[in-house]
């Protein structure tokens, strides 16, 4: 059975919005887009290579595929590590609107979320990864159907944004696996789910 990994951007107050453009996602006169792009540095260039060297198919939010296929197909260099993967490895899209993709390879789920998630990990031996994407991830997330959350923390506060985790998200406990920061300062995590949080309480020791 597949696992499913998840690799986002995020600011420092959690906003996960148009990290790679001014246009790509201004929803809300969102004004902050392309916050990520000062801080690609060959740190940065390494782990999203990495991370790309491992796909088996891919799981993408209707708006991540929307900005993805309006530029990757135009990427042909075979030797490019992202783009060769996401331009021939199978692209998975759950949309109940999507009807006709043209990017090769791409098929749209209408169906059930998590009954489509589950039967796609269940053909994949590997990774499906999902790349941005926030909404989806938080569905995944609170259906118990994300195995390793990738957060990759950028040094900026924007004050407005779509925020990952958002005010009623599902309480979900995280074992750190490892992680670098790059010399740009983002923080490269990397996360596998371990259910519910657990609590507990601090005491004041007792009077001798």
């Known amino acids: 059975m597949g696992k499913l990994v998840s690799t986002l951007f995020v600011t420092l107050d959690g906003v996960y919005q148009a990290p790679g453009g001014p246009k790509e996602d201004t929803r809300g006169g969102f004004t902050h887009g392309g916050w990520s792009f000062w801080y690609a540095d060959e740190d940065f260039g390494r782990f999203v290579n990495d991370v790309f060297a491992r796909p088996e198919a891919f799981l993408l939010g209707r708006r991540t595929y929307d900005i993805f296929s309006s530029y990757w197909p135009k990427?042909?260099?075979?030797?490019?590590?992202?783009?060769?993967?996401?331009?021939?490895?199978?692209?998975?899209?759950?949309?109940?609107?999507?009807?006709?993709?043209?990017?090769?390879?791409?098929?749209?789920?209408?169906?059930?979320?998590?009954?489509?998630?589950?039967?796609?990990?269940?053909?994949?031996?590997?990774?499906?990864?999902?790349?941005?994407?926030?909404?989806?991830?938080?569905?995944?997330?609170?259906?118990?159907?994300?195995?390793?959350?990738?957060?990759?923390?950028?040094?900026?506060?924007?004050?407005?944004?779509?925020?990952?985790?958002?005010?009623?998200?599902?309480?979900?406990?995280f074992r750190h696996r490892g992680g670098s920061v790059s010399g740009a300062g983002v923080s490269m995590q990397t996360y596998d789910l371990a259910g519910r949080p657990e609590y507990g309480e601090y005491k004041l020791p007792e009077d001798a």
Request: aromatic share 6%; proline share 8%; net charge negative.
């Open 75 to 173: 990427v042909t260099d075979p030797a490019d590590p992202v783009a060769s993967k996401l331009n021939s490895l199978p692209k998975y899209v759950p949309s109940s609107t999507l009807k006709d993709p043209g990017w090769a390879g791409t098929t749209v789920l209408s169906g059930d979320l998590a009954k489509e998630v589950t039967a796609l990990k269940e053909r994949v031996d590997g990774e499906v990864q999902v790349h941005g994407s926030g909404a989806l991830v938080r569905s995944l997330l609170s259906l118990d159907l994300v195995d390793t959350l990738h957060l990759l923390t950028f040094p900026v506060v924007l004050g407005t944004g779509f925020r990952l985790f958002p005010e009623g998200a599902v309480p979900t406990a």
